[in-house]
């Protein structure tokens, strides 16, 4: 009876390493299949960008075996379309033995065109050129092997700019504010003042030192895909006020005024008091001589 145990101990242990056994080698084999026929896409650009325009190209590497797949790609989900593609590299060991023990390395670029306005998609396939096994899995005609996507905007539309000051009026100051606002994030603001050399700016900002007379400003600005917008030509002119006449220049010219007109009234007191006495010794003299 206990050898009968024992015998059934031994024979489960038995199933349960074969079973564990077999799972690591599949998951082995899975994950390391034949060399050199591991399919890898990477996309350089465009990566999550924005760009103007209606063509694009996309750039990207593949390393894939061509005696097994073709690489192809779609637009926005659309019908997969062939790859313009140069070939660098190609690691060829084994070709005579097995030709599946093959990958070639290619730089591709992808040339889009009559791109719509919006956000897009492209994904690149390594597609099944036929039915064969890659190391455990099975594969039929038009199957897709591996694939990578990225997502990129065209953006044709420029930025609207509107300025909120300086307004069509005369300012009495040389200093005045520049206020203005762009209907979307931009990458560059400029501004020019009366048709002069483009300055830049990071937002609202002071026009300083202007002289009197009329004057113009333009604000311009560039959004993230390079299409640039430009404002209304705003016009203002400056008329700073005449200073008024300092308060103590006119004091002293108050004060020098009385002063001559009080010395020249003593001088004529003083005149009628010397002919009066004048005249009264006069006077008295002839009084006396009588």
Known sequence: MKKKTRLTAIIILVLLFSTVAGTMLVTIGRANPLPGIDQKIMISTPQYATYNGNRLTINFSAAYNWKICSLLYSLDDNKMQSVTSQ?????????????????????????????????????????????????????????????????????NTPPEVSILSPLNKTYDSSNISMNFKVNEVVSSIEYSLDKGENIIIAGNTTLTGLHDGKHNVTVYAWDEAGNMGASDTGIFSIAKPEPEPELKSETASSSTMLAIVSTGTVSVVGLGLLVYFKKRKHLAEMVGSK
């Not at 994904?123 to 897709?144: I, R, W």
């Open 87 to 155: 070939v660098v590299s190609q690691e060829d060991a084994n070709i005579g033995k097995n030709p599946m023990v093959i990958r070639t390395t290619l730089n591709c670029s992808c040339f889009l065109s009559n791109l719509a306005e919006g956000w897009h998609k492209v994904t690149f396939y390594f597609v099944a050129s036929g039915k064969f096994n890659l190391g455990f899995e099975s594969y039929e005609k038009g199957d897709v092997i591996d694939s990578a996507s990225t997502t990129f905007k065209i953006d």
